[in-house]
């Protein structure tokens, strides 16, 4: 039995996750193992209904679960709240909680898709590569931090446990693929960045068999939309991470396609990368595909079921090859179809 506990969150959360939900339960079906989903607010939705972004026991209950399936936080409605009470927080705060240092973002481009993406169909086809963006760290937890009239400040800092662990994890799952780890960073400028190149380095000795480099983040933005084909595992801190994840995003065609698993020593947690989309909330139109994905990544990651995951991947990979589009990987003049439409056409390919 597999205990889920399921964070819908704000804006296009609850549409995304309802699509990942209808997939868990067509699998239960399908391979007869039991799946149990307790639903749980976070975010702004718990704010509005709790007086609180994440309630202890919405905390609780992702400790005690086996995987979290998360959908996005925030949106206008919470953006005047002071920093530490904004949804975003809450994110950080259970990301911290959990200790998910390790946030896996695979860029792979389906061929279906080869015409959505804003660059050449030649220059994205084929890219398959996964960033490694460290989570619990960096500029996002640093103190000191603050504002006030006339000073806004934050601190970037890396202990070396925290960059040991996540080059470790890196250097690791390039043994299973390329054997190409390449480290960004901004060391000609910032000395937590020379510090984070020393130590990946030092790491490095222990998995020689693996082609170690660095770059810098700067040009890293560039080298992955003029040829994301020469990256195969990137490792990265927290600000540099999310950057360029979604770079990455509009290489495979959308943000909408680009799942995540938020990995620690004792809990996961598999969101998309993207965010509540305001702009499209409550409309059924967000692509579902990409917190799709997050549940094939549970089962890779979290039940050691590569064979379940393959199947999530194979079924999207159908649906798009029978021509169905949601609006944000549609080309232009093509129709679009809802964020319920692509579920079901997901779940009918999973098969029964
Ligand atoms: P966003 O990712 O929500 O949206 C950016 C653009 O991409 C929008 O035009 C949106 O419509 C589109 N988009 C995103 N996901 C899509 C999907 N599944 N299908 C179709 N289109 C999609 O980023 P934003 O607008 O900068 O942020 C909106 C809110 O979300 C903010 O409050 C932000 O802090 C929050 N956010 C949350 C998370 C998270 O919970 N993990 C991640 C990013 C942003
Ligand atoms: C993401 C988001 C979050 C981040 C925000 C909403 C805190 O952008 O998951 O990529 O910056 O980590
Ligand atoms: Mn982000």
Not at 139 to 163: L, S
Not at 190 to 203: A, G
Not at 260 to 270: F, R
Request: glycine share 8%; aromatic share 8%.
């Amino acid at each position: 039995m597999y205990k889920i506990v399921s964070i819908p969150g704000d804006g296009i959360g609850p549409e995304v996750v309802a699509g990942a939900v209808a997939v868990l339960k067509q699998l239960s079906r399908k391979h007869d193992f039991e799946i149990e989903i307790e639903e749980h607010p976070f975010g702004g939705a718990s704010y509005d209904l709790h007086g609180e972004m994440l309630t202890h026991a919405t905390l609780e209950a992702c400790r005690k679960c086996d995987a979290v399936l998360l959908g996005a936080v925030g949106g206008p409605k919470w953006e005047k709240l002071a920093h530490e009470h904004k949804p975003e927080a809450a994110l950080l705060k259970i990301r911290k909680e959990l200790e998910l240092f390790a946030n896996l973002r695979p860029a792979k481009v389906y061929d279906a898709l080869l015409g959505a993406s804003s660059l050449k169909a030649d220059v994205v086809r084929c890219t398959d590569f996964l960033v490694f963006r460290e989570l619990t760290g960096g500029i996002y937890f640093g103190q000191p931090r603050g504002f006030d009239e006339n000073k806004g400040w934050n601190t970037m800092v890396y202990e070396r446990y925290e960059v040991e662990r996540i080059a470790r994890l890196a250097f690791e799952s390039a043994r299973k693929r390329d054997k190409k780890v390449i480290s960004i960073d901004k060391a000609n400028v910032l000395e937590v960045s020379q510090f984070w190149r020393n130590v990946v380095h030092e790491v490095h000795k222990d998995f020689q068999d693996i082609e170690l480099s660095d770059m810098y983040v700067d040009n890293a933005a560039m080298q992955i939309v003029r040829n994301p084909k020469q990256f195969d595992v990137i490792v990265t801190g927290n600000l540099f991470g999310d950057i360029l994840s979604d770079i990455a995003g509009m290489i495979t065609g959308s943000l909408g396609m680009l799942p995540s698993a938020s990995i620690g020593i004792k809990h996961a947690l598999y969101e998309p990368i993207h965010g509540s989309a305001p702009d499209i909330a409550g409309q059924n139109k967000a692509n579902p595909i990409a917190t799709i994905a997050s549940v094939a990544m549970m089962f890779d990651y979290s039940f050691s079921l590569p064979e379940i995951a393959t199947e999530i991947y194979q079924a999207i990979e159908a649906a798009l090859a029978s021509g169905l589009r949601t609006a944000d990987i549609a080309n232009p003049g093509e129709s679009a179809v809802s964020t319920t439409v692509m579920t079901e056409a997901i779940v009918r390919h999973l098969g029964a």
